[in-house]
């Protein structure tokens, strides 16, 4: 299991039930409040500090998400949100994000991999294509105290909003699987095989001691999601860099998985080729 305290989990997937772990346990995160009905809406002007961020309680990539500035948008806004579901209203923190792949056993931190964002896929809550990774040591005891307190336990992704305020690290996401990025770090040295290899072979009894990067900062991309992003929003020196191997991006194509590579390779052809279709030979319709 993904974690080993089962009286948490319902913090599996629910963006509320994050939020209410964090306060209950004394965890940095953005002030919220839980909007269901429109009686909710007095609460939320006197509690919260605008902007907000308003996320539907279950969803990805960004889905049912959107800013508020002001009390009055947020009113205004209202009629966006999910019938008879509650949804978090939760303050937006204008500092800068710092998501984390990390690996723990059994509430133990082992090792954590931290970046910065270059690109996204869409909106800013969309999906990442292009991140620099860096040592953030301020980062650990952070972790330390959100593993041991959850009993994570596997590959997590998490996400933590920097408030230049007060210096403090709010937590905004855990998700308890890995994911694309997790890959990605077997181009970081030291990688997350290091905490793997410890956990077959040697005794866990022995503390595992994460050793820092070698390199200060290394920019990595995904393949797939990142050309796909270059193409449709005409970024077209990214799309150089990808055909011509400009910044050694070849490395994060799928050569070494030929069927992994012909799908995504004709998934990204496919969807252009059938966006030009659709536009310059357009279906007929009958009268």
Request: aromatic share 16%.
């Amino acid at each position: 299991m993904p974690l080993t305290k089962p009286e948490h989990r319902w913090v599996l997937s629910s963006k509320i039930g994050l939020s209410r772990f964090c306060k209950k346990n004394n965890i940095p995160c953005p002030g919220y409040q839980v909007y269901g009905k429109e009686s909710d809406c007095e609460k939320i002007k006197n509690d919260l500090r605008f902007p907000v961020v308003i996320k539907a309680d279950f969803g990805w990539g960004g889905d049912g998400m959107f800013i508020s500035e002001t009390y009055d948008t947020f009113v205004r806004a209202i009629h966006k949100l999910p019938v008879h579901k509650h949804v978090l209203v939760q303050e937006y923190i204008e500092g800068t994000e710092f998501p984390v792949e990390a690996l723990f056993s059994n509430g133990k931190l082992l090792m954590y991999q931290t970046s910065s964002i270059r690109k996204f896929s869409g909106h800013r809550f969309s999906f990442t294509t292009q991140r620099d990774y860096f040592p953030c040591p301020d980062l650990k005891d952070y972790l330390e105290d959100l593993g041991e307190k959850l009993g994570l336990n596997g590959f997590t992704s998490i996400g933590y909003m920097f408030d230049p305020r007060d210096g403090t690290y709010n937590l905004i996401e855990v998700d308890m699987r890995p994911n694309s990025w997790t890959a990605m770090g077997r181009f970081l040295s030291p990688d997350l095989l290091d905490a793997i290899r410890y956990l077959s072979e040697k005794n866990p009894a022995v503390p595992f001691q994460q050793k820092g990067m070698k390199n200060k900062t290394k920019h990595l991309a995904l393949f797939y999601k990142d050309f796909r992003r270059a193409y449709w929003e005409k970024d077209w020196k990214t799309v150089v860099w990808w055909i011509f191997d400009v910044k050694g991006f070849w490395r994060y194509i799928p050569f070494y998985d030929s069927k992994l590579l012909r799908k995504v390779t004709f998934s990204i052809f496919n969807e252009i080729f059938l966006a030009y279709k659709a536009k310059y030979f357009p279906r007929k319709t009958k009268p």
